[in-house]
Every structure is written in structure tokens, then in C-alpha cells.
Nanobody, 132 residues
Framework: QVQLVESGGGSVQAGGSLRLSCAAS????????MGWFRQLPGKEREGVAT???????AYADFVKGRFTISKDTAKNTLYLQMNKLKPEDTAMYYC??????????????????????????WGQGTQVIVSS
């Protein structure tokens, strides 16, 4: 059973925008934490933005003011609006959920530096390419 499916990636010029979507199964969408992560070529996976079940959000410093995470509970869908894209944003972007019902790590951003410690349900990823 596929639990998370990302879409919306593509190629865009620097300064442009993309909106990523992540369709989740109902059980997965009820997770305490959900988030977006990315993996640059040759790099470790890193946190981009997270949102908890109450709607509280957290962002990595390198996307603050440019990216916005949100969710639509009626559609069981997580979004990442990406504006003012830079070539260094080029990466595979992943949607993830912790699969938990309560906060086990003192916040959803714990997984920024150690994604797999906190987030256990992952989508297949969607590629974002930003050209200069």
C-alpha cells in the first residue's frame, strides 16, 4: 500500500516558483509530524519544512521566507510552495511522515538533521531542477 505520493516537481528558472504536492493515505496523514526533505546530489538528506497536527510549522534557515508548507485535511494532501527558487535548491524532494500520534522528539524539526530517526514513512520523491 503506497502511503505517500509526491508530485509537482520539474524544471524552472531561478527566481521562479513550484508547488509540490504529497497525497497521503488517511492513516498516514493523521501522523503527528509531516514534512518535506530534500537530497542534493552526493549529499545527505536534509529537512526543508515540517508541520505538526496542530498546524505549527518549522523551516530550515535556507528556505525561510521563500518556501511555505501547508496541508489540506479535506484532501489528505501536504504542500510545499516554493518561491524565489535558486539553483542550489536543485534536489530530489521527499514527503515524509513520522507515523506517530504524539510528539516523541520535542518537535517535528528534530528530523531536520537526522531525518530517518524521526520520520519513518517516505514517498518516492520528486525532482526539482532550477537553472540559472
Amino acid at each position: 500500500q503506497v502511503q505517500l505520493v509526491e508530485s509537482g516537481g520539474g524544471s524552472v528558472q531561478a527566481g521562479g516558483s513550484l508547488r509540490l504536492s504529497c497525497a497521503a493515505s488517511e492513516n498516514t496523514f493523521s501522523s503527528y509530524c509531516m514534512g518535506w526533505f530534500r537530497q542534493l546530489p552526493g549529499k545527505e538528506r536534509e529537512g526543508v519544512a515540517t508541520i505538526d497536527s496542530d498546524g505549527a510549522t518549522a523551516y530550515a534557515d535556507f528556505v525561510k521566507g521563500r518556501f511555505t508548507i501547508s496541508k489540506d485535511t479535506a484532501k489528505n494532501t501536504l504542500y510545499l510552495q516554493m518561491n524565489k527558487l535558486k539553483p542550489e535548491d536543485t534536489a530530489m524532494y521527499y514527503c515524509a511522515a513520522d507515523g506517530a500520534t504524539t510528539d516523541s522528539f520535542g518537535g517535528c524539526a528534530y528530523g531536520f538533521d537526522d531525518p530517518f530517526a524521526e520520520y519513518h514513512i517516505w514517498g518516492q520523491g520528486t525532482q526539482v531542477i532550477v537553472s540559472s
